[in-house]
């Protein structure tokens, strides 16, 4: 079965996380995709958890490329690598600003040669501006953009560390991918490629749109746990049930939040969270608190009230609904889950 890229050829010189997922789901809708990695492998590669001595992180970002070890210091394996490029639709790198310039692969000089390319580059802040040079990993850029202050904070008043990757994935690898593909579209018009700069802590911003549209409008920057959807209200909360599970309420819309309210008996005059939304929180963490977590889902089943238990992942996995997200290859190492719809992922 033919897929998306198949006659499109990608050459990877990132590492870790960021670009690795940005090839394989490449790679996933049929791309040719070499990964250059320096004499020993990445770093990644020996990162656990192992799998036959081997990370199966690693393994999962990059089972399907063609793996290929050069130095781009040596003119031989340099030319080895310009070799390649001339067959190649789209690069990928992930080095800080002006280092594929101190290699002699020089952007501008690259695209002058191969006018048909599609060069991406990753960093955390950009090509320029005074953080340009600064190294940094996701908490880094979080913190930076102040996404990291919305946090949770724990018992010590300290924001609680996310527990996904925003940056590498959100920030990194999925607008590269949409970048990529942009400039292959435009390019099957035009015949030239682009220069795609990847900024990951600049690609967080509109993560925090609901923030950004308050402070910006004058309506007052919110704090932690404050926003509509930051732990400011009741409508969209965790409340402890019976046999202490958690369940997650998200009843934003005046038609969900009644329908919850009807749900769990809570009388009218509680309903308003406007007037006065703690004294409705209150309310509402005392009759969830009642009931077990299954007697509540039994309850729940089938109404529009945006409710769900907080599942832990090997719960998820188990849920019917996504078996089959997660398949081992033949070495048992899981296979990655990627964001492709099915038919367009090999």
Known sequence: MSRPLDSLTVLDLSTLLPGPLATAILAAAGARVIKIERPGGEDMRRMPPLADGRSALWT???????????DLKNGADRARFEELLAGADVLVEQFRPGVMARLGLDPDRLLERH????????????QEGPLAQQAGHDLDYLAATGLLAFAERTADGLPALPPVLLADIAGGAYPAVIAILLALAERSRTGRGRRLDIAMAANLFPLMLWPLAEGLCGKGWPGAGTGLTTG??????????????????????ERFWQQFCEAIDLPPVLRDDQADPEGTRQAVAARIARRTAAA???????LDVCCMLVRTLEEALAHPQFRGVVRRGPDGVPILPLPLPPGLAG
């Open 115 to 126: 006018p048909g390319l599609v060069f991406c580059s990753i960093t955390g802040f950009g």
């Open 60 to 70: 999962m970002l990059n089972r399907g490329k063609e793996i290929l070890e050069l």
């Open 296 to 302: 509540w889902e039994q309850q729940l089943a089938g």
């Open 232 to 253: 400011g209200s009741p409508r969209y909360a965790l409340y402890r049930t019976a046999d202490e599970r958690l369940l997650a309420v998200a009843a934003l819309e």
